[in-house]
C-alpha cells in the first residue's frame, strides 16, 4: 500500500475515554506531521517528528500526545478529551525536515474526531 | 506564525465559467503551494512555484507567484464539477509550511 494512510476515519468517543489515532506512510519519507483542521480556520499544525524524534510541539494541551516509534508510523493518543477538540485531524509526511516547500506534503485522508 | 489570507471564502460558479482565488500575505516565502482537498480526504499538492513573478500552467489551472513572493492567486478556465472542492494555499519560509484557511469553490452542472 502506498501513500500515507490513516485509520479509523471516523471516531466518536466520550470526554473520558482514552483513544488512539494511527498514521503509516510507506513513501520513506523522514518527516511527519499531525495537523488539526477545523471548519473555516488554517491548518493547525501540532506536532513535527523528524528521524522519529520530536522537533516541535505547537502548544498543544497535554490531552494529545504523540508517539513516534519510526519514520513510518505515528500515532497520537488522546484522553480526556473535550468537545472542542472535535475536527479532523490530519496526518502529513515530507521526504525530509526542509524539503516540504518544494517537493509538498502527502496528506492522509484524516480522522474525523467528534468528542461527546 | 506566518499567516496567509486567501479569498473569497466561498465560490459557487457555473460549469464553463472561469473562477480566481487568491492567498495573500505580509510575509515573504521561499515558495508556494496550492492544494485541493476533496470531502473526506486530505488535501493533494497542486503545484508549487518559488519565483516572484513565476507562472505555472497545468492543463486549465494557471497558478501565479507575486513578484514579491507575498501572494498567489489561482485561476480556473471553464471550469468542472471535478474542480470543486477547498484549495488551500500554503508558504513555504522555514522548514515546515504554513497554510491558508482555504477556499471553498463549488462548480454546479
Known amino acids: 500500500e502506498t501513500g500515507v494512510t490513516q485509520t479509523p476515519r471516523h471516531l466518536v468517543m466520550g470526554m473520558t475515554n482514552k483513544k488512539s489515532l494511527k498514521c503509516e506512510q510507506h513513501?520513506?519519507?523522514?518527516?511527519m506531521y499531525w495537523y488539526k483542521q477545523s471548519a473555516k480556520k488554517p491548518l493547525e499544525l501540532m506536532f513535527v517528528?523528524?528521524?522519529?524524534?520530536?522537533?516541535e510541539n505547537n502548544s498543544v494541551p497535554s490531552r494529545f500526545s504523540p508517539e513516534c516509534p519510526n519514520s513510518s508510523h505515528l500515532f497520537l493518543h488522546l484522553h480526556t478529551l473535550q468537545p472542542e477538540d472535535s475536527a479532523l485531524y490530519l496526518c502529513?509526511?515530507?521526504?525530509?525536515?526542509?524539503?516540504?516547500?518544494?517537493?509538498?506534503?502527502?496528506f492522509g485522508s484524516g480522522t474525523r474526531l467528534t468528542v461527546v | 506564525t506566518q499567516l496567509l489570507e486567501q479569498s473569497p471564502q466561498f465560490l459557487s460558479i457555473q460549469e464553463g465559467e472561469n473562477l480566481t482565488v487568491y492567498c495573500n500575505s505580509s510575509?515573504?516565502?521561499?515558495?508556494l503551494q496550492w492544494y485541493r482537498q476533496e470531502p473526506g480526504e486530505g488535501p493533494v499538492l497542486l503545484v508549487t512555484?518559488?519565483?516572484?513573478?513565476e507562472v505555472k500552467k497545468l492543463k486549465r489551472l494557471t497558478f501565479q507567484f507575486g513578484d514579491a513572493r507575498k501572494d498567489s492567486s489561482l485561476h480556473i478556465t471553464a471550469a468542472q464539477p471535478g474542480d470543486t472542492g477547498l484549495y488551500l494555499c500554503?508558504?513555504?519560509?522555514?522548514?515546515?509550511?504554513?497554510f491558508g484557511a482555504g477556499t471553498t469553490v463549488t462548480v454546479r452542472a
Open positions: 513513501l520513506g519519507h523522514n518527516a
Open positions: 510575509s515573504v516565502f521561499s515558495s
Open positions: 500554503a508558504g513555504g519560509g522555514d522548514y515546515k509550511l504554513s
Open positions: 502529513a509526511s515530507s521526504q525530509e525536515l526542509g524539503t516540504g516547500g518544494i517537493y509538498g506534503y502527502t
Open positions: 512555484v518559488v519565483t516572484g513573478g
Open positions: 517528528y523528524n528521524f522519529k524524534e520530536q522537533t
